[in-house]
């Protein structure tokens, strides 16, 4: 456990309140043994920091006064000593203990998300996954983005997500989804490029700056690519045309909308309401979600389910509702060994 900056401070008037007050004492006891004020200072001083003991004093108050002098330097330089020595091994082992901690913890992650770039969008983004409770990884190497990651109590990787060696030690191996999320394109070309040589069933989310880089960067394996300046033109754009269509979508589509959220749910061939209609399964009643779309396993879209369709193996729900809501909805739909366990 780190030592509090208050508790230094303290240990260090400690220190120096003693050695003023020792250097008082030997002072004024000098002076009544006949030196004079200056002399009596300057001999207390010698003999407190053992720079130079007199080996012939005055009498037995002086031999007396030396004697105790001395232990009480003696006391004060190991205290003193103790002190700073604690303050540098402290520092270093509780550094090394927090950095293991953090290792493991990173270990024993599962199905979590490595985001690559800890700048605006990466911090957004790790905005998002911390109020959606999914376990997620900083990759950066910038001392400003590590700063950030710190001070959040972010998961963090210290190092350049261009190395294979650093997106090992993020995880990589046992994650569930990367967004490459740096400023600069071609390290997004390289991170994708990485992570789909080592992982080719990862999802991977990359940001670029301009069409040209979008292309790329889907030629290197990226599922999905966001063009930031491009998104937020069209968002400004339907805040003027379509305020309110653009305030339900913004709600229904951040972690931190309280009311509404959406969420997609894999159909698994374990699970019991499979092969299933919408109203056979009573979803509205039994859950108070809504399924808004179905994608099909071919990649089509049926954005008006009826009633009657049918549900089936390797469909994707869409569905809308509060946090309660979903999660009933996602009990419906989850896999039988899920329900059992």
Excluded at 6 to 29: D, E, M, P, S, Y
Excluded at 150 to 174: C, K, Q, S
Excluded at 244 to 260: E, I, M
Aim: hydrophobic share 45%; net charge negative.
């Amino acid at each position: 456990m780190a030592v509090p900056a208050n508790l230094r401070l303290r240990q260090a008037a400690r220190v120096l309140g003693a050695a003023g007050v020792t250097l008082a004492v030997g002072t004024v006891g000098f002076h009544a043994i006949g030196r004079s004020w200056g002399r009596a200072f300057y001999h207390a001083l010698l003999t407190t920091t053992l720079a130079g003991v007199s080996t012939d004093p005055r009498g037995t108050g002086e031999l007396a006064l030396s004697i105790g002098l001395v232990f009480a330097g003696l006391t004060i330089i190991a205290y003193a000593g103790a002190v700073i020595v604690e303050a540098i091994a402290g520092g270093v082992i509780t550094g090394a203990l927090a950095e293991r901690r953090r290792e493991k913890t990173i270990e024993a992650l599962r199905d979590h998300f490595i985001i690559c770039g800890y700048g605006r969008v990466g911090r957004r983004v790790a905005e998002e996954f911390r109020h959606s409770g999914v376990s997620y990884v900083v990759l950066d190497h910038s001392e400003d983005a590590v700063a950030a990651a710190r001070e959040r109590g972010d998961l963090l990787v210290h190092g350049d997500a261009t190395e294979d060696a650093d997106l090992a030690r993020a995880g990589l191996e046992r994650a569930r989804g990367l967004v490459a999320a740096s400023d600069s394109d071609a390290d997004n070309l390289y991170i994708t490029l990485s992570a789909r040589a080592a992982r080719p069933d990862l999802a991977i989310v990359a940001r670029a700056s301009d069409e040209d880089a979008e292309r790329k960067l889907k030629l290197a394996g990226a599922d999905r690519v966001v063009l930031p300046y491009a998104t937020a033109g069209q968002v400004m754009a339907n805040l003027v045309l379509k305020p309110q269509v653009t305030a339900f979508l913004d709600t229904v589509t951040t972690a931190t909308g309280r009311d509404l959220q959406l969420a997609e749910i894999e159909v698994k061939g374990t699970c019991p309401a499979a092969g299933r209609t919408i109203r056979d399964l009573r979803i509205r009643h039994e859950t108070g979600a809504i399924v808004v779309a179905l994608r099909k396993p071919d990649g089509t879209f049926d954005t008006t389910p009826e009633p009657d369709t049918r549900i089936d193996v390797g469909d994707v729900l869409i569905g809308v509702g509060s946090n309660e809501e979903l999660r009933r909805l996602e009990d419906l739909f989850a896999p039988r060994q899920a329900v059992a366990d």
